[in-house]
């Protein structure tokens, strides 16, 4: 501090005195500044000067005076001594001549100009300067005129003039600024001095100071980075806690995608074979094929995911839940479905026959979504619009065709014209905006659409699943049972939802942010922030989720307590659903199951513990869906309705049915070769086809050691098949308690075929109750109160019913029988029904449409009409009644919204004569009491009892000859719709001939009521003497005279004494229930037939309804039993019959060359086979090829595969074959059997006895025999006819012909017997419904007019089939 003081005082004087020195300069600086500006010009004027210019001058003899005058002042300046000239005495100076020297080296001369000492100019230079200076003329300015060499000399000469005056005056300041600076030096030597020893001493100070801020900077930078680093200490722990919740999701994640990288070919492949190709399919084949294609991927060493598939490759869980809660179902395939939708790159056609797809959709597109028809005029112009606006379409109800007018939107042939897509739709090119979207849905259950509409589309299978409506039903229940828990579910589902999606926007921020950010990560502050808020939001959700996933699954808990309803629900609908296979009317909505089934839950008893009320409920819909589905069903298809609900509960609830029994219950087990089958333990009383059974039955795990059964305890087993009742009798030895009672059934369908039905109905009694056996009353009053203005009430009607009369009761009770408008369809009276409807849906009269099968063009406008009244305000009090044969054509929306009832005729003899007496008044019944009283004519009073009788007995006959129907072709050969108006007529007609005859004419009445009334309806002959031989039973003499004369044997069925309408309803009203075969004249094997008839009714149906999945029992899938099956039958089809190796004698020709009769007759059989049997090679190669996936399956293809599945024969074969009601393993070696008797007769000549139900066509036959004996003979072919023999002969036992005419065999008699020791007919034995004929002579004779009229002699008719079905183009008969 001290060497800082001394300095800054020497500094201080130092100031001072260069202060000092500053002053004295600056003082002598300006006095020079007056001077130096014309110095600087002269000097610049010399630098301009040229040495030419100076050289030149010197070059003048005799000079300008102006240039003399500035070489005198020039030459002054540099003391050049003037020569002297002129006169002595006179002279002068002269100062060109030494001035011209000076001139001659003009360099010299500008040197030294620019080198001239200014500032020591001696005095006597300046003295004698001075008069050039004062002389006016020495002026640069005059002189430039003369000389510019002169005037920079003239300038540069007065400057110096100027400079010296100057500089004397500043030099006394340069003596005092150099003196000062002489001192200033001294001062600043020592202070230099001074400041060298300050600097040494500021050095070392400043090296300490910088030493202490080195380490001052060193701590503070220290400290910095220690904040700095507590800092990111802190942003690394928020970051981690950030990212800490996602590391091992993230990491598995990472994992998951790591291996999905590896395996995405793999998926990607199956995933996009499963939107191509699976749509259609229901989720076993889905997953079936899944699986087939990743082995395939295995084979090839490509990676995959294990289980991938369209759902685990592609599903979105946010956008799964999205739609959920706009109503898609929760089931795996109805997601899979969505995706497949979502994902297809061509615009998908959904089999929706319950309308869910089309629900979703709808919800989907909220408010957005155009929805059109095919049938709808203006469809096209509201999907041109659609496509120009980008709105999404949906086109619902479609059939198994598409308009052709779609074909540019489904094939999306766009084009690019003016750089916009664009599209031509018909004849209209619009702009193509790509927000267009477009949906079709079709109600067809079983849709077959062809190759070219499947690969425009993709073909999505909406079809309700088991499971996914049992989920939809529950909701239905817990919503009913606990609101409470459903909407707070409904409010956790959305809650989840968005929470997920929150999460997951999250995620996508977060990893956004990371992916985004640069530099040091900890340096982000803002993304630090971030992370530490969507953590906090995130912990949040997941709390929120937690404890709403936890709710969510005590809710489910507490909802699966009523599982078990919704899952009988399920099974029900399915049951229903199915029926709509058995007949056209039997269609249900599933809108309208739901509403049933929400009806059944309000009128079921309370119960406050679940489990209770639970059974209640499932009581109540099981019964309620079973009444309510009945009285829309025929009588024939109740007691299968009630089955099939009781099978579908053991099998899918209880699963107490296997498949494998259930699959025997429907075939059989299948055919069995004959053999292969072991010893007949009965050969007396079990067919081979029985004994092939079961071979097959003790095939099955709890029947084993069945069969061995039959040999320990073959007399149990003969009593339990031959009682009546074998559906009530108890099985053999421990086969009683060891079996269920459907597995009893099982037995009964192998050996007692025929008493099925009656073993049904003792199943259903015992599994679900009684209430199952009995048939609903017909209710209309309760069916109209569950309808509503927009339920249509429908009346399927059967031949014989008319429900018009029911109609006219109701509305007289309602009290609208005066606004009831009727109006019956046909041609042309569609647009009078549609207005009649709508004026009474503003009136609220009832409209009852009649015969709507008669109005097949007018069913589609019926349907829009009814659509339309979907979006109107109705009448309350309006009703529309639709009746209708079950047709095709009806609309099947009418039938799924509508209520359905059947009215038919009453089922047996009692019932049909209770409602005829029923429906007879008093007077019509008095009407002869009256006559006879108003009139009082005895003979009236006579004409009492014979009407009264014959009226009775008229209805006898005609409830007798409707019941016969039931028995099939021993009934009626044909099945003749009798009804109400017969017996109206036929009573008309009793009446008026027994008022107007005095006798009763017995004879008039046969042949009026017989051949005329009734027998007009008949067209076979046997069914016209029938018809006449019945009604002489109750039109005779007897019957009316004879008090003791009965109907029967028995003596139960009479006609009354003639009394009171009352007494003979009394009559009616204790006849027997049951009717047995003797009433009708039959034998007791006509109810055999009918059971028989009832049981092939019961299983065809059955049959028909099944699902392809099934059928086999094995385990094995469809394809495979079919394509074993078909293999099977390809490898034993006989090969084609040929004439190559025949006999000499088969196709002899006699001397005229004609072809002989039976070698003519077997040449069209040969043909006929060979067709069949080419029919039969080509379509098994097709089906095996079609199940292969090599052609397309076709509809007829698809039958053929559905009718091998189920042991029948296809409708190609049969179409192309023989009549015959054989079972497919029956028909087949039959057919080989029938193959081998041609090819024997090829071989080997004809043989003596014919193989008479060989034949394609036997009638031809029988006339190639004929004519044959006609040419041998030469007798005219006409006159000859055949006179028949039984003889004693089995096929076996003949060797030979017969000398005239042919032996036949193969024949069966129907309705008797031949008696072999009489040689005659007799009754037939109990269970002998066919029995087999010996052989018989067909003896060629000459007809006369005697011919078939001998005694003993019956002219029965001949049939190919039981069912006598077939027609012959001469008579219209088999």
Known sequence: DETKAVVSTEEDAASKKAAECKEIKESAEAGLAEALPALDAAVACLKNLKLSDISEVAKYANPPALCKLVIEALCVMFSVTPAKVGEAGKKVDDYWVPGKKLLGDAKGLLDSMFGYDKDNIPDKVIKKIQQYIDNTDFQPAKIQ??????????????????????????????????????????????????????????????????????????KNDLADKAEECNVKLDRADRLLGGLGGEKVRWKKTVETLAASLVNVIGDVIVAAGGIAYLGAFTSVYRSEQEALWCKRLQKYDIPFTEGAGVRKTLSDPVKIRAWNIAGLPTDAISTENAIILSKSRRWSLMIDPQGQANKWLKAMNKGNIEVIKLSEKEFLRSLVNAVRFGKPVLLENVGEELDPALEPVLAKQTFKQGGTEMIKIGDETIAYHPDFNFFITSKLPNPHYPPEICVKVTVVNFTVTPKGLEDQLLVQVVAHERPELEEEKNALVIQISEGQKQLKDIEDKILYMLANSTGNILDDEVLIATLGASKTTSKEINAQLTLASETKE??????????????????????????????????????????????????????????????????????????????????????????????????????????????????????????????????????????????????????????????????????????????????????????????????????????????????????????????????????????????????????????????????????????????????????????????????????????????????????????????????????????????????????????????????????????????????????FDQLAEHLDDASMHKKVQPWKKLLFGLCFFHAAIQERRKYGPMGWNIRYEWNQSDILTAQANLRMYLEEQHLVPYETLNYVVGDVNYGGRVTDYMDQRCVAAILTMYFCPSAVEDETYTYTEDGKYFAPAAGDLQSVRDYVDQLPLIDSPEIFGLHRNAA????????????????????????????????????????????????????????????????????????????????????????????????????????????????????????????????????????????????????EFFDKWITQGPPAAFWMSAFFFPQGYMTAAVQTYARSETIAIDTLDFRTEVMRLNPEDVVEPPKKGVYLYGLYVEGARWDRVSAGLAESNFGETHVYMPVIWMEPVIKDDDFGQEVGMYDAPFYKVSSRAGTLSTTGHS
């Open 145 to 218: 005129s003369v000389s510019s060499a002169c005037t920079a000399m003239c300038q540069w000469t007065r400057a110096m003039h100027t400079y010296h005056y100057v500089a004397l005056e500043v030099e006394p300041k340069r003596i005092a600024l150099a003196a000062a600076m002489a001192e200033l030096k001294e001062v600043s030597v020592k202070v230099a001095k001074l400041q060298a020893q300050l600097k040494e001493v500021v050095d070392r100070l400043d090296a300490l100071n910088s030493d202490f801020d080195a380490a001052i900077k060193k």
């Open 554 to 927: 005590r809710i489910e808990t507490a909802c699966e307590g009523y599982r078990p309803v919704s899952k009988r629900g399920a099974v029900l609908y399915f049951v229903v659903a199915d029926f709509g296979a058995v007949d056209p009317m039997y269609q249900y909505s599933l809108q309208f199951f739901v509403s049933l089934f929400n009806g059944c839950m309000d009128r079921s008893a309370k119960s406050e513990v679940v489990e209770e009320r639970v059974g209640i409920m499932i009581k109540v819909v099981t019964e309620d869906v079973y009444t309510n589905v009945c009285r829309g069903l025929f009588e024939k298809d109740k007691k299968m309705f009630s089955f099939m609900i009781a099978i579908q509960i053991m099998r899918l609830e209880e699963k107490s049915i296997t498949d494998e029994e259930w699959a025997f219950f429907l075939t059989k087990g299948g055919f069995v070769d004959e053999l292969s089958l072991p010893s007949n333990p009965g050969e007396d009383w079990i067919k081979t086809d029985q004994l092939g059974g079961l071979v097959n039955l003790d095939k099955l795990g709890m029947f084993d050691g069945l069969l061995p059964s039959f040999q320990t305890e073959t007399g149990g087993w003969k009593r339990w098949f031959d009682c009546l009742a074998p559906q009530d009798e108890a099985l053999p030895g421990d086969w009683e308690t060891q079996l269920t009672l459907f597995q009893k059934l099982l037995v009964m369908r192998v050996l007692r075929d025929e008493k099925v039905v009656d073993g049904v109905t003792k199943f259903i009694m015992h599994q679900i109750g009684k209430h199952f056996v009995d048939v609903p009353p017909f209710d209309l009053a309760a069916s109209f109160q569950d309808s509503n203005p927009l339920t249509p009430i429908i009346f399927v009607l059967s031949t014989g019913a008319d429900p018009t009369i029911y109609l006219y009761n109701l509305a007289k009770e309602v009290g609208v029988f005066e606004r009831l408008k009727m109006i019956s369809l046909g041609q042309g009276q569609g647009p009078i029904a549609e207005a009649l409807i709508g004026s009474a849906r503003e009136s609220g009269d009832w409209v009852c449409l009649q015969n709507c099968h008669l109005a097949s063009s007018w069913m589609p406008e019926l349907e829009k009409l009814l659509e339309s009244h979907l979006s109107m305000k109705l009448n309350d009090d309006f009703r529309l009644w639709l009746s209708s044969m079950p047709s095709k054509v009806f609309p099947a929306s009418i039938l799924q919204a509508g209520i359905k009832l059947t009215n038919e005729p009453p089922k047996g003899l009692r019932a049909n004569m209770k409602r005829t007496y029923e429906d007879l008044t008093e007077p019509e019944f008095n009407y």
């Open 1088 to 1235: 055999i037939a009918f059971e028989n008839s009832e049981t092939k009714y019961l299983m065809d149906t059955i049959i028909s309804i099944q699902p392809r999945t099934g059928g086999s029992g094995s385990g094995k899938s469809s394809d495979e039993v079919v394509g074993e099956l078909a293999n099977d039958l390809m490898s034993k089809v006989p090969a084609l019959l040929t004439d190559e190796n025949a006999a000499a004698v088969t196709f002899a020709k006699d001397s005229e060359g004609t072809l002989n009769s039976l070698g003519t007759f077997l040449s069209i059989e040969m043909a006929k086979f060979n067709k069949m049997l080419k029919k039969i090679k080509s379509t098994i190669a097709e089906l095996q090829r079609a199940i292969k996936g090599l052609v397309v399956m076709s509809a007829e293809l698809d039958k053929m595969y559905q009718a091998l599945m189920f042991q029948r024969v296809p409708d190609l074969w049969s179409n192309v074959g023989y009549l015959s009601l054989k079972p497919l393993g029956s028909w087949f070696k039959d057919l080989i059997q029938r193959i």
